[in-house]
T-cell receptor, first 115, second 111 residues
Framework: KAGVTQTPRYLIKTRGQQVTLSCSPI?????VSWYQQTPGQGLQFLFE???????NKGNFPGRFSGRQFSNSRSEMNVSTLELGDSALYLC??????????????FGSGTRLTVV | DAKTTQPNSMESNEEEPVHLPCNHS???????IHWYRQLPSQGPEYVIH???SNVNNRMASLAIAEDRKSSTLILHRATLRDAAVYYC????????????FGQGTELSVKP
């Protein structure tokens, strides 16, 4: 069974540009969440999508956005990149069944460097 | 959001059991207790989760205190591959996919 796939693995962008990251969840998983990991702030929740709808959002500026497609694949976009956006971006998927009794499977992440 | 307290670091010898503690005194009655670990240069990996009863799986055991204010992750025989940062996360079902990661416990395993 394939795991959570994130592409690309590494990315270098220039300040002011925008970037789109992709996440393919495990087959059958309906929920996709995104996290940012930096040495200073640790792992921070960005947002979650379920059935193409954003269900929850973390405390990040509007430059960070995402979407989910009908096949559950998700993309996140960061516009007007800043140096501080350099981080490991992680995606997690889950079954999201009623009752909450499920875990999350993370991808290996996309390492974004802004120069 | 429930707050957690974990030791910053712990050491273990290979093939010995490891008990990783976590205090979550503000946990609500419906929060599941999740444990994840993150090996160097990888994304977090799900380890185990539970609500009230102790739980076992092929990776570890989770012992939950009767008052649910603390829990302990038990690795029965530590291997070098278990060296990682371990996160204890009370998960509020109403928050959906939002996991709040603290600092975690960095476990080192000595051969």
């Amino acid at each position: 069974k394939a795991g959570v796939t994130q592409t690309p693995r590494y990315l270098i962008k220039t300040r002011g540009q925008q970037v789109t990251l992709s996440c393919s969840p495990i087959s059958g998983h309906r929920s996709v969440s995104w996290y940012q990991q930096t040495p200073g702030q640790g792992l921070q929740f960005l947002f979650e999508y379920f059935s193409e709808t954003q269900r929850n959002k973390g405390n990040f500026p509007g430059r960070f956005s995402g979407r989910q497609f009908s096949n559950s694949r998700s993309e996140m976009n960061v516009s007007t990149l800043e140096l501080g956006d350099s981080a490991l971006y992680l995606c997690a998927s889950s079954l999201a069944v009623e009752g909450g009794n499920y875990g999350y499977t993370f991808g290996s992440g996309t390492r974004l460097t802004v120069v | 959001d429930a707050k957690t307290t974990q030791p910053n670091s712990m050491e273990s010898n290979e093939e010995e059991p490891v008990h990783l503690p976590c205090n979550h005194s503000t946990i609500s009655g419906t929060d599941y207790i999740h444990w994840y670990r993150q090996l160097p240069s990888q994304g977090p990996e799900y380890v185990i989760h539970g609500l009230t009863s102790n739980v076992n799986n092929r990776m570890a055991s989770l012992a939950i205190a009767e008052d649910r204010k603390s829990s302990t992750l038990i690795l029965h025989r530590a291997t070098l591959r278990d060296a990682a940062v371990y996160y204890c996360i009370p998960r509020d079902y109403n928050q959906g996919g939002k996991l709040i990661f603290g600092q975690g416990t960095e476990l080192s395993v000595k051969p």
